[in-house]
């Protein structure tokens, strides 16, 4: 029975992978959403400007269709007359980024259906690529006001900030690592800014008072102190 069972598992993991792709491909292509950013990140680097290799521009439609020196680049419906499917196919284009197989899949099916385009021309700043970052970069995006994760369960977050930190640790499976003992913090403290662990005298004067009002006034000490600046005068 456990046998019987185990076939049947694994069969049904051989097979869902193939429904998904079997839709996809019955899908049209948006040019917008899935060709621009395709060719912005692999071709364009390349191929647009004022000089582009092989005179071909294919963030124009009408350049594109035309092609460069060795002819059309890009003709609706026609695999065979296309010379960029053609470079693509046979693996010289592009020469360090090789398109993988689904985008290939994704072109080839574009090219088939007629090649119809969108926005004209293609921005290649708007995509961010393997050698620079695009308009569409996580850091230039619109600020957003995310409310912090509620848990009633929480009782290590102090801040807003914990809060998130404290979600990302549990959908992970993971806790907090436990508060440092003062031994620990005047140690990270006095290592960090002077590069020396601190002395048996100034370690039991913490451990006696622990407190943030004492963290705070010895982080200060440290700061204005001589080995601070010594040893950051060194990078």
């Not at 294919?58 to 695999?79: D, F, H, N, T, Y």
């Not at 926005?119 to 569409?136: H, L």
């Amino acid at each position: 029975m456990r046998q019987r069972s185990l076939t049947f598992a694994i069969t049904v993991l051989v097979l869902l992978p193939a429904a998904p792709v079997g839709l996809a491909a019955d899908t049209p292509v948006n040019f917008d959403r899935q060709i621009a950013p395709l060719l912005a990140t692999k071709c364009l680097e390349c191929h647009s400007g004022g000089k582009p290799k092989g005179s071909l521009d294919l963030s124009v439609r009408q350049r594109a269709q035309r092609g460069g020196e060795s002819g059309p680049a890009i003709v609706g419906g026609q695999l065979g007359n296309s010379l960029a499917w053609k470079r693509v196919a046979d693996g010289e284009m592009p020469p360090k980024h090789p398109l993988t197989p689904s985008e290939r899949s994704l072109l080839k099916r574009w090219i088939l259906a007629g090649a119809a385009w969108g926005t004209d021309p293609i921005d290649r700043f708007a995509y961010t690529t393997s050698a620079r970052a695009g308009t569409d970069w996580w850091s230039l995006q619109p600020l957003e006001d995310p409310r912090p994760p509620a848990d009633n369960q929480d009782e290590w977050s102090q801040t807003d900030l914990d809060r998130f930190v404290r979600a990302r640790l549990k959908s992970n499976g993971l806790l907090p690592t436990p508060d440092a003992t003062p031994r620990q913090l005047i140690r990270r403290l006095h290592i960090d800014l002077l590069g020396l662990p601190p002395s048996p005298e100034t370690v039991a004067a913490f451990v006696a008072d622990p407190s943030e009002r004492a963290y705070a006034q010895l982080a200060d000490r440290l700061l204005a102190s001589p080995g601070y600046g010594e040893r950051w005068g060194r990078h």
